[in-house]
C-alpha cells in the first residue's frame, strides 16, 4: 500500500482496513494478515500506558512506538499520529515534530481537525510527507468538546465538519479518518471528496473502517463503546492461556522432558 493505493481503493470502490498497532510483536502478527495499514495512533497512550485520555501522549512516547512497529511490520504502510500540541507550536518545532515519526519508521502522519493546520499540512505534504487528516470527535481537543461525545449531531457542527474536511482535501491529506458522527454526515462527506474516508464510529459508508487492536481482539474490557465489534475474545483466551501455564507448574506437568537440556 502506498498514499496512490489509498485514491485508487476509493476510485475502485474497495474498502480500505486499518489497524492501531503499538509494539513489534503485534506488528510482526499484523504484518502477516491481510489489514492494508497500520496506524500507530496517540491511543497508546491509553492502550499501552494506561491514561484515561490521549492527551498524555507525548512525541517521545510515539517515537518509540513508531520504532518498535516499524521493526515488525514488514512492508506495511504505516501511519504515525502526531501528539497533542506537538503540531500547534512554532513552525520549526512542527515540521521537526513529523520529522522525528517518519524517522522512526512511519511513511505518514496524522493530525487532527482542520482550523489552524492547513498550512502545515500543505508544508508538509511539499516537503515529501504524507499527511492523514482527523475530523469528528478528536480526542487531543475533548476539553472543548465536552468529552467522548458523537459530533455533528447538530446543523452548524455537521457544515463545519463537511467544510473541515474540503479544507483537508484542498490542503493534500491523502486520506481522511472520520469518528463518531452520524452516518449520515460521514456517507455526505465521503461522496463529497475524490480522498478516502477512513470511519470509526461513522458508519458503513465510508471508504474503509479503523478499528483499535485491542478491541477487535476483545481485550479491552474496561471500556467498549457502541460502535466497536470485538472479533475474538481476546481478554479470555489470553487469561485461559496464563492459567493453564500456572496450573501446568503447580501440578509438576511443565517442562515435560521435550522442554530439557540432557547431557
Ligand atoms: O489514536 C487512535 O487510535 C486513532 C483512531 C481512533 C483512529 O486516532
Same mark, same amino acid.
Given at each position: 500500500?502506498?498514499?496512490?493505493?489509498?485514491?485508487?481503493?476509493?476510485?475502485? #470502490?474497495?474498502?480500505?482496513?486499518?489497524?492501531?498497532? !503499538?509494539? !513489534?510483536?503485534?506488528?510482526?502478527?499484523?504484518? @502477516?494478515? +491481510?489489514?492494508?495499514?497500520? %496506524?500507530?495512533?496517540?491511543?497508546?497512550? =491509553?492502550? =499501552?500506558?494506561?491514561?484515561?485520555?490521549?492527551?498524555?501522549?507525548?512525541?517521545? =512516547?510515539?517515537?518509540?512506538?513508531?520504532?518498535?512497529?516499524?521493526?515488525?511490520? #514488514?512492508?506495511?504502510?504505516?501511519?504515525?499520529?502526531?501528539?497533542?500540541?506537538?503540531?500547534?507550536?512554532?513552525?520549526?518545532?512542527?515540521?521537526?515534530?513529523?520529522?522525528?515519526?517518519?524517522?522512526?519508521?512511519?511513511?505518514?502522519?496524522?493530525?487532527?481537525?482542520?482550523?489552524?493546520?492547513?498550512?502545515?499540512?500543505?508544508?508538509?505534504?511539499?516537503?515529501?510527507?504524507?499527511?492523514?487528516?482527523?475530523?469528528?470527535?478528536? %480526542?487531543?481537543?475533548?476539553?472543548?468538546?465536552?468529552?467522548?461525545?458523537? @459530533?455533528?449531531?447538530?446543523?452548524? +457542527?455537521?457544515?463545519?465538519?463537511?467544510? &473541515?474536511?474540503?479544507?483537508?482535501?484542498?490542503?493534500?491529506?491523502?486520506?481522511?479518518?472520520?469518528?463518531?458522527?452520524?452516518?449520515?454526515?460521514?456517507?455526505?462527506?465521503?461522496?463529497? %471528496?475524490?480522498?478516502?474516508?477512513?470511519?470509526?464510529?461513522? #458508519?458503513?459508508?465510508?471508504?474503509?473502517?479503523?478499528?483499535?487492536?485491542?478491541?477487535? %481482539? #476483545?481485550?479491552?474490557?474496561?471500556?467498549?463503546?457502541?460502535?466497536?465489534?470485538?472479533?475474538?475474545?481476546?481478554?479470555?483466551?489470553?487469561?485461559?492461556?496464563? &492459567? +493453564?501455564?500456572?496450573?501446568?507448574?503447580? +501440578?509438576?506437568?511443565?517442562?515435560?522432558?521435550?522442554?530439557?537440556?540432557?547431557?
Amino acid at each position: 500500500m502506498n498514499i496512490f493505493d489509498f485514491y485508487n481503493r476509493k476510485k475502485a #470502490g474497495e474498502r480500505i482496513s486499518m489497524v492501531t498497532c !503499538y509494539d !513489534y510483536t503485534s506488528a510482526r502478527i499484523l504484518a @502477516q494478515t +491481510s489489514v492494508d495499514c497500520l %496506524l500507530v495512533g496517540d491511543s497508546a497512550a =491509553m492502550t =499501552m500506558h494506561g491514561y484515561k485520555d490521549t492527551i498524555a501522549a507525548t512525541l517521545e =512516547m510515539m517515537c518509540f512506538h513508531t520504532s518498535a512497529v516499524r521493526r515488525g511490520a #514488514g512492508d506495511k504502510f504505516i501511519i504515525s499520529d502526531m501528539p497533542f500540541m506537538s503540531y500547534r507550536k512554532s513552525r520549526n518545532k512542527n515540521i521537526a515534530a513529523a520529522e522525528a515519526l517518519i524517522q522512526a519508521g512511519a511513511h505518514a502522519v496524522k493530525l487532527e481537525s482542520a482550523a489552524g493546520n492547513t498550512k502545515l499540512i500543505k508544508h508538509l505534504v511539499e516537503s515529501g510527507i504524507p499527511v492523514m487528516g482527523h475530523l469528528g470527535l478528536t %480526542l487531543q481537543l475533548m476539553n472543548m468538546q465536552g468529552g467522548f461525545k458523537v @459530533q455533528g449531531k447538530s446543523e452548524e +457542527s455537521a457544515e463545519r465538519i463537511k467544510q &473541515d474536511a474540503l479544507q483537508l482535501q484542498e490542503a493534500g491529506c491523502f486520506a481522511l479518518v472520520l469518528e463518531c458522527i452520524p452516518v449520515e454526515l460521514a456517507q455526505q462527506i465521503t461522496t463529497s %471528496l475524490t480522498i478516502p474516508t477512513i470511519g470509526i464510529g461513522a #458508519g458503513p459508508h465510508t471508504d474503509g473502517q479503523v478499528l483499535v487492536f485491542q478491541d477487535l %481482539l #476483545g481485550l479491552n474490557i474496561d471500556f467498549k463503546p457502541k460502535f466497536v465489534k470485538t472479533f475474538v475474545n481476546g481478554f479470555d483466551q489470553v487469561k485461559q492461556g496464563v &492459567d +493453564s501455564f500456572v496450573d501446568a507448574v503447580k +501440578s509438576g506437568g511443565f517442562p515435560e522432558d521435550e522442554h530439557c537440556y540432557r547431557n
